[in-house]
């Protein structure tokens, strides 16, 4: 069997994770695993770890380790045979030390954006809380304003999006983050990438996947995303 390639992406909210994540999968054929996808998708199904986790969700809060790794990790039990990449996990030291316990990481890739762009970013950014589909009236603005593309219903600006809640985010992010970072650096797995635009960052990180692709037998798994 071909060597597998398990990936993670790391960065602050507005970092552009998740685009980096989904041109990654479409032009690799990795399998993109969204942690904000998967617990959305225990809450749906009344999944023990998906209702615990919503009584964090719903007060505010950030959701603990234990049940987050309880969420992520069967699922990527299941696709021992599989290559995929992880956004939005591990977000924490005791994640990444859960991760570890089943697979040796590959490749994490960690973006580093200026706070001016942060700040610019997620002040135009707009959500639809159901899907998680998230907009930008800068970049990527929805066809009707105010309202989501496919449901229709209205989309909402998370409080901890605003500027004056931005700073206090992004400080507890690189608290929770360094010793991540710090991790996979001692790893040899580490890339960091820095910008202040997405596609202008992408080529960097296009070539890179393509020399680790290229250096691995041929044959693994185009997976579609979910």
């Known amino acids: 069997m071909a060597k597998l390639l398990r990936a ?13 994540c ?7 054929g990795l399998q993109y695993l969204s942690s904000g996808h998967f617990l959305r998708e225990g809450i749906a199904a ?19 380790d234990q049940v987050m790794t309880r969420l992520m990790l069967p699922k990527l039990e299941q696709l021992r045979n599989h290559s995929w990449l992880l956004d939005g996990f591990p977000r924490t030291l ?6 570890n316990s089943l697979y040796q990481m590959d490749l994490v890739i960690s973006l580093n954006i200026p706070y001016e762009t942060l700040k610019d970013r997620l ?5 639809h809380p159901a899907s998680g589909r998230v907009y930008n009236m800068g970049f990527n603005p929805p066809l009707v304003q105010g309202k989501d593309d496919i449901t229709g219903e209205l989309l909402i600006q998370h409080d901890d999006d605003k500027p004056e809640a931005l700073m206090a985010r992004l400080r507890h992010y ?4 360094k010793p991540v970072i710090d991790l996979y650096k001692s790893q040899g797995v580490l890339h960091s990438f820095s910008g202040t635009e ?8 296009n ?20």
């Not at 005791?94 to 991760?99: E, G, H």
């Not at 690189?174 to 983050?177: P, V, W």
């Not at 997405?198 to 990180?205: G, S």
């Open 94 to 99: 005791a994640q990444a030390q859960a991760l």
């Open 207 to 226: 070539s890179l996947l393509s020399t680790k692709m290229h250096t691995q037998p041929s044959g693994a798994h185009p997976i579609q995303t979910p």
């Open 123 to 127: 002040s135009d950014r707009w959500v």
């Open 46 to 64: 009344n999944t023990e770890a998906g209702m615990l986790a919503k009584t964090y969700i719903d007060r505010g809060m950030l959701v603990p």
């Open 8 to 20: 993670a992406v790391l960065g602050p909210p507005g970092s552009g994770k998740g685009t980096i």
């Open 198 to 205: 997405t596609d202008k960052i992408w080529p960097y990180i």
């Open 174 to 177: 690189k608290e929770l983050a």
């Open 22 to 28: 989904k041109r990654i999968a479409h032009s690799f």
